[in-house]
């Protein structure tokens, strides 16, 4: 039972993003989160990198929400938060200009331990993702007929683990929802916990988006996203087996730019991409397959929606309130949707971007021309020399070129 | 041996496309040959040759087949296509789909079946007055990893550079990937066709995975093609189920580099392969390996 998917619903009218209640949503995901944290951090191969809770919902003041947690790392951990954005009123997203709450990344060197920020603490230095989410819930005017549900899908199996909270809400106005998810996970060959937190564009909620932080050597931050690159921009196709990029000004001062750390490999289990035509459903969608069942995470967006894979069999050793995520009578089945899964890079190696004439030989010039190892040999009066042509080990010897006609290069 | 390399790089002043296209035919028909033989539950064939008397208004180029031992719901071979032509000054790729059943509304007016409605045909302006060019026509026969590629590059800016051939296993299903790329500055001007086994389908592709320009300049293993066959299938009419996709995949010979205009240029990254760029859409064939 080292994959499990399970979820808790929360009654329309009474749940709220703010309450305090143990049994509430906050609460409720801060003990699924203790509690996978506790078993990741037993495992030998987590021991530099211990998750934990810095602040939760229990902290706040006022009319705050949220949590942050702490990832460790043996030289730079950090901490990522999800927050209602202010200490007053809560301003309840309900439309597309609206953001009422934000999604962050600091160092953990950064924080000062205090109750000032609604009780969460200040940092030195942060960068804010402030359009993360407009989000409702029950206590607003017009939106008393929705109710949520809490949907946790986690892994513990040795270097896959993934743990991944998803809110959706059911009810009233398709408007008013903004289903969206937040996952930690860990890359093969990397150290530290990656996040990726995926925030749907609806007609109420502008700001789609996917905010992606991890580790690049040893360094913490924001990642380059591939996602665009990986999916085909045509309404209806989702895939997993995407890989995220390292920037370079991360890498070089690391002295990583010869040897670039692997790729950093999104969570297998989640299908990203868009859905703003055809068959996806509005949020709640489902896909059964012999094999398993496709979970609608976020909802439909062009910008991003996200999906989870449930393989068959999969369950869940949780003890009630929580419950079977497939036993919820919310989820319709969808058509036309294509996920499309992807293969673990294999390697990257890094270039300089302009031609230096020791790693990258750009054609055409003639200093480019006497030092390209290919074509370089062809200048000098030594037909076959060095095999130019020749490719490589085994190459064909001689070269094959014509003898006349040629113009590029040419020896005289 | 199990690379081959050869550069038919020419002066141009007397060089014409039916002469080059005529010379990297009769490369493309020893090897043709060869991996019919290696791969032999897929066949290859070349159903056009370029005619080498073609005048500069007459089509000149290639019409390759695949038939694939993999069976259409209709239970017949599987059969790609693939037209290059060039015709006055445009060189034309067309990827297709040699089975029509039981596709509704799929095809073209002429009948053409192509792959997906987002995979129809590309094509770039060539300039037909003679000019010097670069041309390179690389092939393997390693198991499993088997290709065919030939490209040519007027000069050194993507709208000159094309790969006119790419014809290569997938590295997942084994079926042959037939693909070219049209001297184009569009970054999606790559056509690929090839054969799904999961969902059943015939699989097509407009561009290659590289990174966005956010990224460092990188060298990336494997090359995989972006699957873009999902507008319609064998369920055009209604409420076409969920497909399931695999990855289509080039053999280890080839990489992305996310950097256009770069025909002939060379890397030397630092595990120490060598890599040559062909065509203007970021395709790298390997010259040398890394060492152990």
């Known amino acids: 039972m080292t994959y499990q998917v399970f979820c808790q619903s929360f009654a ?13 949503v906050g609460l409720q995901l801060d003990a699924a989160f203790r509690s996978f944290a506790a078993l990741v951090n037993a495992l030998p191969d987590n021991a530099s990198t211990p998750l934990s809770v810095v602040r939760s919902h229990s902290d706040a003041t006022a009319n705050r929400w949220g ?27 309900d439309t597309q200009s609206s953001s009422s709450a934000a999604f962050g990344s600091a160092l953990a060197s950064t924080f000062s331990n205090n109750t000032s920020n609604g009780g969460y603490g200040t940092y030195s230095d942060s960068s804010a993702n402030s359009t993360g989410l407009a989000y409702v819930d029950s206590t607003l005017t017009g939106a008393t007929a929705i109710g949520a549900i809490l949907l946790i899908a986690q892994d513990t199996t040795p270097g896959q683990e993934f743990f991944c909270w998803a809110l959706k809400t059911h009810g009233g106005n398709d408007e008013l929802h903004r289903d969206s998810c937040h996952a930690l996970y860990k890359s093969p060959g990397s150290t530290g916990w990656n996040s990726i937190a995926v925030f749907p564009r609806t007609s109420k909620q502008f700001y789609g988006q996917v905010v992606l932080h991890g580790y690049s050597g040893n360094r913490f931050g924001g990642l380059p996203s591939a996602i665009g690159s990986s999916i085909t921009a045509n309404g209806h196709q989702l895939r997993s087996g995407i890989a995220l990029g390292h920037y370079d000004f991360v890498l070089q001062p690391q002295g990583l730019f010869d040897s670039p750390p692997p790729l950093i490999q999104l969570p297998a289990p989640l299908f990203i991409g868009s859905t703003s035509i055809r068959g996806a459903s509005t949020h709640f969608g489902k896909v059964t397959r012999p094999d398993g069942v496709m979970l609608q995470l976020g909802q439909r967006s062009s910008e991003r929606d996200v999906w989870l894979w449930v393989p068959a ?48 030989f750009p ?32 190459g064909t010897g001689g070269s094959p070129r014509p003898t006349a006609g040629l113009l590029w290069p040419r020896g005289v | 041996m199990s690379r081959t390399l050869i550069d038919i790089s020419r002066l141009g002043t007397d060089t014409t496309w039916p002469s080059v296209a005529t010379e990297v035919n009769g490369y493309l ?15 290859l064939r070349i159903a056009t040759a370029p005619n080498p008397t073609a005048t500069a208004s007459d089509p000149c180029g290639w019409r390759i087949e695949a038939t694939l031992s993999q069976l259409t719901p209709g239970g017949d071979p599987a059969v790609l296509l693939l037209e290059v032509f060039l015709t006055g000054t445009t060189l034309q790729i067309r990827p297709g789909i040699g089975n029509s059943e039981p596709y509704v509304g799929a095809d073209s007016q002429q009948g053409w079946v192509y792959p997906g409605a987002d995979v129809g045909t590309s094509s770039g302006a060539w300039s037909t007055t003679p000019l010097p060019f670069n041309a390179q026509v690389g092939w393997s026969l390693a198991a499993g990893a088997e290709y065919f590629v030939f490209a040519y590059s007027q000069h050194r800016f993507t709208n000159r550079q094309a790969v006119p051939l790419l014809i290569a296993r997938d590295q997942v299903s084994g079926h042959w990937i037939l693909a070219a790329s049209p001297p184009s500055t569009s970054f999606d001007a790559l056509r690929a066709v090839s ?16 990174e966005n320009s956010f990224a460092p300049i990188q060298i990336r293993r494997p090359a995989e093609l972006v699957i873009a066959t ?24 080839f990489a992305a580099v996310n950097l256009s205009s770069g025909a002939m240029s060379y890397f030397k990254p630092p595990d120490g392969s060598e890599w040559l760029a062909i065509g203007g859409h970021g395709l790298l064939l390997r010259i040398k390996d890394a060492p152990p």
């Open chain 1, 12 to 24: 329309p009218g009474s749940w709220k993003w703010t309450g305090k209640d143990p049994a509430g």
């Open chain 1, 67 to 93: 949590y942050t947690w702490q990832l460790g790392h043996p030289v730079e951990p950090a901490h990522l938060w999800f927050l209602s954005e202010t200490t007053g009123a809560i301003p309840q997203g």
């Open chain 1, 313 to 360: 069999g999969t369950g869940h050793n949780q003890a009630s309130p929580w419950s079977s995520a497939l036993a919820l009578s919310h989820w319709r089945e969808c058509n036309e949707l294509h996920f499309i899964s992807g293969l673990p890079p294999q390697g990257l190696q890094l270039i300089t971007g302009t031609a230096d004439f020791i790693r990258h």
């Open chain 1, 363 to 394: 054609p055409m010039s003639a200093m480019g021309t006497r030092q390209h190892p290919q074509q370089g040999p062809l200048l000098s009066n030594n037909p076959g020399g060095g095999g130019g042509t020749g490719g490589g080990e085994g």
């Open chain 2, 29 to 43: 028909q020893n090897w043709l040959t060869a991996a019919n033989a290696q791969v032999s539950q897929h066949q």
């Open chain 2, 195 to 210: 054969w799904n086994v999961r969902s059943g389908q015939p699989s097509g592709s407009r561009t290659l995975l590289r």
């Open chain 2, 230 to 253: 999902t507008d319609w299938s064998y369920y055009e009419s209604a409420n076409e189920p969920a497909q399931f996709w695999e990855p289509l995949l080039l053999p280890p010979d």
